[in-house]
């Protein structure tokens, strides 16, 4: 049925829509040693390190699907599929600002991809020159990174802290990780544009922590539920726990009150409602006033 929601509901629910333009990644380059970059002139240290996330300018949260069997002959005239694996998507693309004075996107993924086919030294790359060279892979674990690449999506007012910082953040971590492709790269004596670098990832499957900020993701309803449940039973305690002990961000308590109000005017009519607020109100005071006592 259509129901009459209140003007805090709007606001809770549809005025803060996620934004594309805050993420962050993280580049895992411990896999390869340090004097591999030194040798390039890619020199990783941590601040170089952080200025590689810094200029990431795209990325694409991944997607996966699920394949699926064709079963015809279980049940007469019913077609059904069942669940036989979960694919992912082959590989996830980054795209970087390249920095004016030591090109660091580029000479990082090149190096990273040159390490993989034991392009290791000066002289490996002089050799590599020779119309007769050819090449001789590593093993796959000396260059797969297996945990570390990273895409984490939050809201701008995340910094803000309280209850934002305990919600709103989804953060995609790529397991087995290796740089499979770099970009062409065009220029020209035209217009001057930015120059970007987009490096795509092979993996084997992603991971989504979603399960970190509990308080955040409280449901609203299930939470009122709970608590017109302990009150309608006449357990105060308990309802006073389930609300308190999380920590509930405000704008689930706001929802959760909400969502109690439409609860029980449904259960009880609008005049329980106006009861309900009074009785509120009075335990507030009351507590209040208690809480002033010795003071």
């Not at 492709?181 to 922590?209: C, G, H």
């Not at 609203?220 to 357990?235: M, T």
Request: with cysteine.
């Amino acid at each position: 049925m259509p129901q009459v929601r209140p003007i805090a509901d709007i606001k809770n629910n549809l005025l803060r829509p996620a934004i594309t333009s805050q993420f962050e990644v993280e580049i895992p380059l411990n896999k390869i040693p340090s004097a591999v970059f030194d040798e390039a002139g890619a020199y990783v240290n941590k601040n170089n390190e952080w200025r590689l996330r810094l200029l990431c300018t795209e990325a694409s949260l991944p997607g996966s699907e699920l394949g699926t069997t064709e079963i015809m002959n279980d049940r007469t005239g019913v077609t059904e599929f069942h669940v036989n694996r979960r694919n992912y998507d082959p590989r996830i693309d980054f795209t970087f600002y390249v920095n004016a004075d030591n090109y660091i996107p580029i000479r990082v993924f090149e190096c990273w991809m040159d390490y993989c086919v034991n392009l290791n030294s000066t002289k490996d790359r002089q050799d590599s020159k020779s119309p007769n060279y050819f090449y001789r892979m590593r093993y796959p674990d000396e260059y797969i990174a297996d945990t570390g690449l990273k895409i984490v999506k939050f809201e701008r007012d995340w910094a803000i802290g309280g209850e934002r910082a305990r919600g709103g953040v989804l953060e995609y971590e790529f397991i087995r990780a290796f740089p499979i492709a770099i970009s062409s790269m065009p220029v020209q004596y035209d217009s001057s544009e930015l120059l970007k670098v987009t490096v795509s990832f092979s993996y084997i499957r992603y991971v989504m922590n979603k399960g970190y900020w509990t308080t955040g993701n409280t449901d609203p309803v299930k939470l009122a539920g709970g608590i017109v449940s302990d009150l309608v039973g006449g357990n105060l305690s308990a309802a006073w726990r389930r609300l308190t002990s999380a920590g509930i961000p405000g704008h689930v308590a706001n929802a959760a009150g909400n969502s109690i109000r439409s609860i029980v005017a449904f259960a009880f009519g609008d005049e329980a409602v106006n009861k309900l607020r009074g009785g509120s109100r009075w335990v507030s005071n009351t507590w209040n006033w208690l809480s002033n006592i010795g003071k």
